[in-house]
């Protein structure tokens, strides 16, 4: 179709090159064009963060963001980087080992706000904690035990930050 | 049979288990269904009605057939004409509106397209003429003489009535030392998953059907899909995919979405998916019902509860849902957690034209503590009886027998109404906060899964790989719940291996027994039990094949970490996986187990409401401390203490999830959820104006605390019963009891606004100033 436009992502790493309208959202061209469907769509609207990625490292919704817009930024995604990212995979742990996944629909965009979290604060408060989730809907859990994944993976990251 | 002791040394069970599919999850490795991509796939959207009551004059779809990229359009005219549902004398629904439309956002067309955004365009061309009929929108009106008939059938616009009566409540009511009543008035709450729904639809050239959904009663849906369709269940085929959130309502039943996604697919010859947008989740029905509950309540004088008697009107919505059976639980359930020798219950659901309602965790269970246990805070203060002395003088207790029949195992009633006013610091609190700060208390209870008239059985299969894991199957889904998790845990403990070497499987109707699936707290106890038995069969032919071959009575083996062991001589086993390849490979084996759990060899009778519901009850007792802001009503949720009596809890990291979660949904449903309607229209469709609870609206961690009571429930499978819904039964009350503390303001209905907090306040100073 003549209204795409070529465009170029750097998503966890890795480049691509590929066309779009100009008007997608980041959330659907990683969903739809790319195929990384660990990032979530719920309300499409910036309301329920199940959509989050990071751009250079800051958490945004990416269904509020047009793809265009990454040109020539970092997106990072819950996929990851293919060499792997430590501290991403002690949060997933962390949410495992406490139980901070249910149904899971919310648990890629939490993941991710608490990569952000962690490496803005790397031992944040419990208020410091509940704040960076707001707007982080999550209907099954009642957040308790999101709290304490996040504090488990500060923690752990914390104690192994020496080395 | 081992002793009961022996039993709860478990090798399994009881201990914190993470989620078995928590690392996809977590990892965005979980495929739900709006990840499912098929080559060819086709993207569809539905057309909504704009009027709350109207003919379908006719529609006109020749412009939108003409859009490029558009394959396929579809109206109701395209069904037979079948109406399906829940329940059998309240089958009103059709996959597409044929001549009437009863609510604003009720489909009537379905469009196939390259891409959602042409799909969406397409919308746009169809034309639809409509004559827009009158419409009634409460539940009052509607029954009406003169009102607009909703549906043909049901005269008054009744969809469902029930009632019952036990003792006598008249002659109680005159006998009692104090009678007092009062209406209370709750609000629409919808589901509030984050996952909408979604499905795939492929309908081949050779007359199969097949349908990848969030379902969470994938066995409902092949029936009601075959029901619509009017074709053999048997062509169908419904594949679960992860479900993100259910909580009832969508994922419960098939939906327009799901009947169209088949039908454009038959239409196309292409897989077809359909994914709803927030707002189209927001507007269409599947909510809780909206209920004015009248309730008049005699007792002693020293707070003993004589008699209840409940009239309750329920706003159904458009159609019936699961409405009759919504009411009828409204009523079975006020006899629990308190004894009520007398009482009568007589209740109406009523069509009106808004989006219909039906179950949501805590069903109608919800609705009814919040008046009962309001009204029990006053009635405690009106005698002077302390508001937990009054609730334990009316605690049902174990072997109790309830006035409509249940019959009570395990009821730790007491114990969690001792803990939580240890946890709270209650007698440290109630009458001694500050002020605009106050405390309140609310009890509930819940079943561990309903006998139903249809469907009741659960189901479990079970097969033994030659590495010495098994495939698990049953009917019931993991809806984030942990059914995964607690079913290979119970698998595991009888086989005597790990979680990890049982793999279960989603449901597959071509491939999983059937089982109603999962919906009113059942599956841990029904489900479980079928588990247990699937596992005991293996063993049992394993034990066969072990005894043979040690010399052994199998009867004297036991499964014990991987290996098959002589009880009278523990040094004689010998490693599972030996003996499953030794069965399997000299043998011929197959080691396939089968368990079901039925309990239905009585029967309940729901014209009088008798019998025993469900083979198990649970009680709860929470008190929450709330803070109100004076300036502006806002009501701040400082402490949260609970406690259940769960039986045994056989995942407490699960079952702390369950009851956290539950109570947290209800503080949703007390202070802020309301999908708000003027004339049909849902005016808040969007998770920014229908607010749900976000972490910073619970109490600090140090606050918020649980507690299980442990019993032991012979019906459960090693003594467990439900943990997901009775949680959140007592919360509602607890704030309103709370918010009374803090303010002297009494709220009667949901939710507790701060205007309508702000208001009582100015009209409390008001009377004050006039005395
Ligand atoms: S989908 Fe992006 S915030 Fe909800
Ligand atoms: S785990 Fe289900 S929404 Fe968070």
Redesign the interface.
């Known amino acids: 179709m003549n209204d795409l436009i070529p465009v170029s992502l750097r998503v966890n790493g890795v480049r691509y090159d590929i066309a779009i309208r100009p008007w997608r959202t980041l959330l659907e061209v990683l ?1 739809e064009t790319l ?1 990384m ?9 910036g ?2 963060g ?1 959509c989050t990625v990071l751009i250079d490292g800051k958490a945004v919704n990416s269904c509020l963001y047009l793809a265009v817009e990454a040109q020539g930024k970092e997106i990072s ?4 980087p293919p060499e792997g990212d430590p501290a991403l995979e002690q949060i ?1 742990r962390s ?3 406490k ?1 901070a ?8 965009g939490m ?1 991710v706000a608490t990569r952000s979290l962690l490496s803005e604060i790397a031992e944040p408060s ?1 208020d410091e ?3 960076a ?16 994944a996040i504090q488990d993976a500060a923690s752990q990251l914390a104690h192994k930050g020496g080395d | 049979m081992m002793n009961r002791d022996s039993q709860r040394e478990f090798q399994v069970l009881g201990k914190p288990t993470p989620k078995k599919d928590a690392p996809q999850k977590a990892a965005g490795r979980a495929e739900f269904a709006d990840d499912i991509s098929m080559p060819g796939m086709l993207h569809g959207k539905l057309l909504r009605s704009p009027h709350p009551h109207a003919r379908i004059v006719a529609i006109d779809a020749s412009l939108a057939l003409a859009l490029p990229g558009v394959r396929a359009v579809i109206t109701g005219r395209d069904f037979p004409g079948v109406r399906y549902g829940n329940l059998p004398q309240t089958r009103d629904y059709l996959p597409l509106a044929i001549d009437t439309v009863r609510y604003i956002g009720e489909e009537v067309a379905a469009v196939a397209a390259v891409d959602e955004d042409t799909a969406e365009e397409a919308l746009d061309l169809i034309r639809v003429e409509y004559e827009v009929l009158p419409a009634v929108f409460d539940p009052e009106e509607a029954m009406k003489q003169g009102a607009p008939q909703l549906h043909g059938q049901s005269p008054g616009n009744v969809s469902a009535h029930t009632e019952s009566h036990f003792g006598d409540v008249e002659a109680a009511f005159a006998q009692a030392d104090y009678v007092r009543e009062d209406v209370f008035e709750t609000q629409p709450v919808k589901q509030g998953m984050l996952e909408p729904h979604a499905c795939v639809g492929l309908w081949d050239g050779f007359g199969k059907a097949t349908l990848w959904s969030c379902k969470m009663s994938p066995y409902a849906v092949w029936r009601q899909l075959a029901m619509g369709l009017d074709i053999k269940p048997g062509d169908i085929r419904v594949v679960q995919t992860y479900v993100g959130g259910g909580f009832s309502g969508g994922k419960q039943e098939a939906m327009p979405m799901d009947f169209c996604a088949l039908m454009l697919s038959k239409k196309t010859g292409r897989p077809v998916k359909l994914v709803h947008t927030m707002e189209e989740v927001l507007i269409i029905g599947h909510m809780r019902h909206p209920m004015k509950i009248w309730l008049r309540t005699g007792t002693t004088k020293d707070g003993r509860i004589l008699a209840q008697h409940v009239k309750l009107l329920a706003n159904g919505g458009a159609y019936s849902s699961i409405g009759g059976f919504s009411i009828f639980l409204a009523g079975a359930m006020i006899n629990l957690p308190y004894r009520v020798p007398n009482m009568k219950f007589e209740a109406d659901r009523v069509y009106t034209n808004n989006g219909f309602c039906g179950a949501l965790r805590g069903h109608t269970v919800v609705q009814m503590c919040f008046a009962r246990d309001s009204q029990l805070e006053k009635i405690a203060e009106d005698l002077a009886i302390d508001p937990l002395e009054i609730r334990r003088r009316n605690a049902i207790q174990d072997g109790d027998v309830t006035a409509n029949g249940f019959r009570i195992n395990t009821f730790a009633f007491d114990e969690c109404i001792t803990r939580v006013a240890e946890m709270s610091g209650w007698y440290n609190k109630k009458g001694k906060l500050p002020k605009y700060r106050g405390i309140g208390f609310g009890c509930g209870a819940h079943l561990s899964g309903a006998r139903l008239m249809g469907h009741s059985a659960s189901t479990a299969e079970m097969r033994m790989l030659e590495d010495g894991t098994v495939h698990l199957t049953t009917g019931s889904t993991d809806v984030g719940q942990g059914v995964e998790t607690v079913m290979s845990m119970i698998a595991a403990e009888v086989l005597g291996v790990t979680v990890d070497d049982v793999h279960y499987l989603k449901v597959d109707s071509a491939a999983t027994p059937l089982d109603p699936g999962t919906f009113g707290s059942r599956v841990t106890l029904f489900t479980g039990n079928a588990v247990k038995q699937a596992a005991e069969d293996i063993c049992r032919q394993l034990a066969e094949v072990a005894g043979e071959r040690m010399g052994v009575d199998p009867r004297d083996l036991m499964f014990f970490r991987h290996e098959i062991i002589n009880r009278k001589d523990e040094k004689q086993r010998c490693s599972l996986k030996e003996i499953v390849r030794w069965g399997m490979f000299q043998q011929g084996r197959i080691f396939s187990g089968r368990g079901s759990y039925g309990y239905s060899e009585e029967k309940i009778d729901f014209r009088t409401g008798h019998g025993n519901l469900s083979p198990a009850y649970n009680p709860t007792a929470c008190a929450v401390e709330v803070e109100v802001d004076p300036e502006t009503g806002r009501v701040t949720v400082v402490g949260l203490w609970g406690a259940d009596d769960s039986g045994t809890p056989l995942n407490p990291l699960a079952v702390k999830g369950q009851v956290i979660g539950a109570a947290v949904m209800s503080i949703g449903h007390a202070l802020y959820e309301n999908l708000i309607r003027v004339d049909g229209k849902v005016m808040n469709p969007s998770l920014r104006d229908y607010k749900m609870p976000q972490a910073t609206d619970l109490p600090k961690l140090a606050d918020f605390k649980h507690s299980n009571v442990i019993t032991w429930e012979p019906e459960g499978p090693f003594g467990a019963k439900e943990a997901g819904q009775g949680a959140g039964t007592g919360v509602i009350a607890a704030l309103a009891n709370a918010v009374y503390d803090a303010t002297g303001v009494r709220l009667t209905s949901l939710p507790m606004t701060p205007e309508h907090i702000l208001f009582g306040m100015k009209r409390l100073q008001a009377q004050n100033r006039g005395q």
């Open positions: 969903r195929g469907t660990g990032t979530k769509r719920s309300c499409g609207e309301q329920c199940t995604t819950i996929e990851g997933q949410f495992v080992a139980g996944v249910q149904c899971g629909f919310c648990t890629p993941v419990e904690i509940r704040e989730l707001v707007g982080h809907l999550c209907r099954c859990t009642g957040y308790v035990q999101i709290v304490e």
